[in-house]
Nanobody
Framework: QVQLVESGGGLVQPGGSLRLSCAASGFTFSSYAMSWYRQAPGKEREFVASVGGSTHYGGTTNYADSVKGRVTISRDNAKSTVYLQMNSLKPEDTAVYYC????????????WGQGTQVTVSS
């Protein structure tokens, strides 16, 4: 079955860095765009970044304005893993971070990981 497992979250001071990972299985990873979202307490889940799959716009990245210049999304198709490198972290980056894939075909639908907590605090 489709599985997305995030890791790499934690507590970091303002200005610090973290790299999140999302290990995927159960689908042809290289073919699909992968995305990161986040949800802060009391707020709706919001888009953070995405990276294209090989089928469409391979490798093309997109970022939310709030993270542009501080965050880099990348993928390793050999490891079926997508990464989110976050630098210059701010307290407002505190949230649960989720990876997501939208599949087509027999397994069509949106799939989410369980999330990883990122807390930016001194």
């Amino acid at each position: 079955q489709v599985q997305l497992v995030e890791s790499g979250g934690g507590l970091v001071q303002p200005g610090g860095s973290l790299r999140l990972s999302c290990a995927a299985s159960g689908f042809t990873f290289s073919s699909y765009a992968m995305s990161w979202y986040r949800q802060a307490p009391g707020k709706e889940r919001e888009f953070v970044a995405s990276v294209g799959g090989s089928t469409h716009y391979g490798g093309t990245t997109n970022y939310a304005d709030s993270v542009k210049g501080r965050v880099t999304i990348s993928r390793d198709n050999a490891k079926s893993t997508v990464y989110l490198q976050m630098n210059s972290l701010k307290p407002e980056d505190t949230a649960v971070y989720y990876c997501k894939v939208r599949l087509t075909g027999a397994k069509r639908g949106d799939y989410w990981g369980q999330g990883t907590q990122v807390t930016v605090s001194s």
